[in-house]
């Protein structure tokens, strides 16, 4: 291990100082109605799984409320059609801690949740998430440990919300580019970026 390497904790609090008593003060064990209007805004989140290898993080987007919260310890997670590789259901299956993020367009701050989630395919279940006439294959089931507001200064350093700043269209690689070079051709990019403009609207459910 490197001699400067961070080992322990403590190390960590000689680094940074105590959090402060707002930071502690402010984790809840469930979700609260200020929770619950958050999410219900949110039309995107990040999903922090771990698996058997490494940890693992899956963009989670809809209309917003596609999160429901069941009850103050529960919510609800459709899971919407994807590339079949499950790699967060399969991680979940194996190991159930899950890290959610919810962001909201335009919001600086955000909103955590830690628990742990549970694969189901109850049809009652499945039946609450209907989306231009399909339904989900699986709901998360999150159990949630803790739920607290997250401060603004990473969206505001990154200044994310910003049109201005909104990369330019050959600044970016294409989905289509990137998959071409990391298979190695087996990926037709140009082929795919045309076709994703028709089918991936077509194909969100």
């Known amino acids: 291990m490197a001699p400067h390497t961070v080992r322990t904790a403590r190390e960590l609090y000689g680094i940074y100082g105590e959090p402060l008593e707002r930071s502690v003060r402010k984790q809840l064990d469930h ?117 607290y507001a997250h401060c603004s200064r990473a969206l505001v350093r990154a200044d994310l919300w910003n049109p201005a700043l909104h990369a330019a269209g050959d600044a970016v690689p294409t989905f289509g580019a990137m998959l071409e070079a990391h298979t190695c051709g087996f990926v037709d990019g140009k082929k795919l970026d045309e076709e994703n403009v028709t089918r991936v609207p077509q194909t969100l459910y």
């Open 31 to 147: 979700i609260d109605e200020y929770c619950r209007a958050f999410i219900a805004a949110s039309p995107f989140l990040i999903l922090g799984t771990q698996g058997p290898e490494c940890a693992d993080n899956s963009p989670r987007g809809d209309k917003p409320g596609f999160v429901r919260v069941a009850d103050p310890r529960t919510l609800l997670i459709p899971d919407r059609r994807g590339n079949n590789r499950v790699d967060s259901l399969r991680n979940i299956v194996e190991n159930p801690s899950v890290g959610l993020l919810f962001l909201i367009p335009g919001v600086t701050h955000t909103l955590r949740v830690n628990g742990n989630a549970t694969v189901s395919v109850d049809p009652e279940l499945l039946a609450q998430f209907p989306m231009q006439g399909q339904l989900p294959r699986t709901v998360l089931v999150v159990a949630v440990k803790e739920a």
